[in-house]
C-alpha cells in the first residue's frame, strides 16, 4: 500500500534553504512514500521567488512540487493552512516543515510507522530528535514540555519514544482525521509567527488526542534561518502568543486566575524596567487570552 504526505513548506526569502530540503525529500519519494510537496512563498523579494521557481523546475520528476505566491508575508500558520487546502490527492497525512531542515534517510518512514504503530493510544501527531545542521552529533529540539501555569517551556530529549507536550516543530507529522477535524483552519492564523505548533498540539490535547515524540533522529535543523532576519518582530510575537497560550489552555481552568495574576505581575516588571516593548506584548497576550482578539493576526507586511 503507498502512503501518500503532503508536505508543507512556506519559503521567505530563504530559498537555498528551500531547495536543499526539496532534495532530501526527493530522496525519500518511492514507490511506497508518495511525497506531494506544497511550497508556499510569503512575500519574498522578486530575486528569491525566481530562484525558487527555478528550483523547483530542477526537481524534474524526482518529487511532485506545487507552488502558491503570495504577494505579501500572510504569516507562518496561515500559509501553513494555504498548503493545507491547496489542490491535489487527499494525503494519509500533512507534514508540517521549516524549510530550513533536510530531512534524514528514512526519517519519514519514522514518523509514518511510529504514528500508526500509537494510533490506538489516541496519538494524532507525531514529531522526532533533530540534530544540528553543522554538528549532526549535537541535538537541536525534541520533546516540548509546556507548563503553563508557570509560563515556562523546556525542550528536552528523552532516550525513548514517548508522549510529550508538544515537538519542535520544523519536522511534524499531522494525522489526516486531525487535520480534516479542524479544517479549515488547522494552524491558529492570529499568531502570525511563533507558537502555532505547540497551540496545534495543546488543541489536539482538548479533544483528546495526543503528540509523539520519537527519540531517534529525524533530521538536521539550521535554527532559525527565518526568524533571525526578524529579531525585534521575532520577540514581539514569542511573547504575546505566549501569554494568549497560557491563558487559553492551562488546565484545570481553575488555575486561570493564577495565570493571569503572573502574567500581570510580569507586564508591571517590565514596565518598571522600562521594557515597553514587552510590555505591550505581554498586554496584547492577556487582552487575547481574555477573548479581546482580532480575528487574524493583523500584520500583513
Not at 533533530?130 to 503553563?148: F, K, Q, V, W
Not at 486561570?256 to 508591571?268: D, F, I, Q, S
Amino acid at each position: 500500500m503507498t502512503v501518500r504526505i503532503r508536505a508543507l513548506i512556506i519559503n521567505w526569502n530563504g530559498t537555498r534553504d528551500t531547495i536543499e530540503l526539496l532534495e532530501s525529500l526527493a530522496r525519500e519519494n518511492d514507490a511506497d512514500y508518495r511525497l506531494h510537496a506544497i511550497v508556499v512563498d510569503n512575500g519574498s523579494i522578486e530575486a528569491e521567488r525566481l530562484a525558487l521557481a527555478d528550483g523547483i523546475r530542477g526537481m524534474d520528476n524526482r518529487l511532485h512540487v506545487d507552488a502558491i505566491w503570495n504577494s505579501v508575508n500572510r504569516g507562518v500558520p496561515a500559509a501553513y493552512n494555504q498548503a493545507i487546502q491547496a489542490d491535489g490527492p487527499v494525503p494519509d497525512a500533512f507534514l508540517r516543515l521549516d524549510n530550513d531542515v533536510v530531512v534524514l534517510p528514512g526519517g519519514i518512514r519514522l514518523l509514518w510507522s511510529r504514528l500508526q504503530a500509537w494510533r490506538s493510544t489516541g496519538i494524532r501527531i507525531a514529531g522526532g530528535n533533530t540534530r544540528c545542521y553543522d554538528a549532526p552529533n549535537e541535538n537541536n529540539g525534541g520533546a516540548i514540555d509546556i507548563r503553563l501555569l508557570s509560563g515556562r517551556v523546556r525542550g528536552w530529549f528523552p532516550p525513548e519514544d514517548m508522549r510529550s507536550d508538544g515537538v519542535l516543530g520544523c519536522v511534524m507529522l499531522l494525522d489526516r482525521e486531525l487535520v480534516e477535524a479542524l479544517l479549515p483552519q488547522v494552524f491558529d492564523e492570529w499568531l502570525f509567527l511563533f507558537g502555532d505548533e505547540s497551540e496545534l498540539s495543546l488543541r489536539a490535547r482538548d479533544r483528546g488526542w495526543g503528540t509523539l515524540y520519537i527519540a531517534k533522529p529525524i533530521a538536521l535543523h539550521k535554527g532559525g534561518a527565518s526568524t533571525e532576519k526578524v529579531p525585534l518582530l521575532s520577540r514581539t510575537y514569542s511573547i504575546r502568543n505566549g501569554t494568549y497560550l497560557a491563558l487559553t489552555y492551562v488546565r484545570p481552568r481553575a488555575w486561570r486566575p493564577v495565570v493571569l495574576a503572573r502574567l500581570v505581575l510580569e507586564c508591571v516588571w517590565k514596565l518598571l524596567k522600562l521594557d515597553f516593548a514587552a510590555c505591550r506584548s505581554l498586554a496584547a497576550g492577556i487582552a487575547a487570552g481574555l477573548g479581546k482578539r482580532p480575528a487574524r493576526s493583523e500584520r500583513r507586511d
